[in-house]
């Protein structure tokens, strides 16, 4: 069964630092291009970052430019989404997205003081 | 980016009729490799999304086969037959053609 699991979600104060983890099971996870994809509270999916399968291409949408970083790791079979100098707007469910198809749950990032 | 327009944005259906849901593209999603990956997701309420469709028409695994895709080029449609209550939850075209984008989702209600 194809299965992606996040973590490192949690509550941060603006201006804070966090980095989200995403490991893959029942599939290799540099065989396909991934992405970060986020969830506002009532609100529709936004693209946050994406990586070619060899990691030799990264793209982030314009509002997280120079704050968050993609990353992978494929000895673990992990993707990885550093986050800097967060903002009250970055509140969302973030999932890990294969274009294989596979979904994580979801770890939840709240920026609140 | 390529935009993604999905309509309507809510549909009420009654248990057992059909919906069908729209997904108009900025662009061609065909790719250079001759293939076009519109997908069709699922997100029941409180729950993340699910991959239903994928390259237009083809199932994921365990998807009923009430649901089907169709369409070509910058126009594709989402159809879900015989209405059932689990269908309940909002519906998003996906393009991973050129990067990632997503539509506005369609919000499937029972009337």
């Known amino acids: 069964e194809l299965q992606l699991v996040e973590s490192g979600g949690g509550l941060v104060q603006p201006g804070g630092s966090l980095r989200l983890s995403c490991t893959a099971s029942?599939?290799?996870?540099?065989?396909?291009?991934m992405s970060w994809v986020r969830q506002a509270p009532g609100k529709g999916l936004e693209r946050v970052a994406n990586m070619k399968e060899d990691g030799s291409e990264k793209y982030y949408v314009d509002s997280v430019k120079g704050r968050f970083t993609i990353s992978r790791d494929n000895a673990k079979n992990s993707m990885y989404l550093e986050m800097n100098s967060l903002r009250a707007e970055d509140t969302a469910v973030y999932y890990c997205?294969?274009?294989?198809?596979?979904w994580g749950q979801g770890t939840l990032v709240t920026v609140s003081s | 980016d390529i935009v993604l327009t999905q309509t309507p944005l809510s549909s009420p259906v009654t248990p057992g009729q059909s919906a069908s849901i729209s997904c108009r593209s900025s662009?061609?999603?065909?790719?250079?490799?001759?293939?076009?990956?519109l997908n069709w997701l699922q997100q029941r309420p409180g729950q993340p999304p699910r991959l239903l469709i994928y390259?237009?028409?083809k199932r994921f695994s365990g998807v009923p086969d009430r649901f089907s895709g169709s369409g070509a080029g910058t126009d594709f449609t989402l159809k879900i037959s015989r209405v059932e209550a689990e269908d309940v939850g909002v519906y998003y075209c996906?393009?991973?053609?050129?990067?990632?984008?997503f539509g506005g989702g369609t919000k499937v209600e029972i009337k």
């Open positions: 997205v294969s274009h294989g198809g596979a």
């Open positions: 996906m393009q991973v053609t050129q990067l990632l984008t």
């Open positions: 390259e237009i028409s």
């Open positions: 029942g599939f290799t996870l540099s065989s396909y291009w």
């Open positions: 662009q061609s999603l065909v790719h250079s490799d001759g293939n076009t990956y």
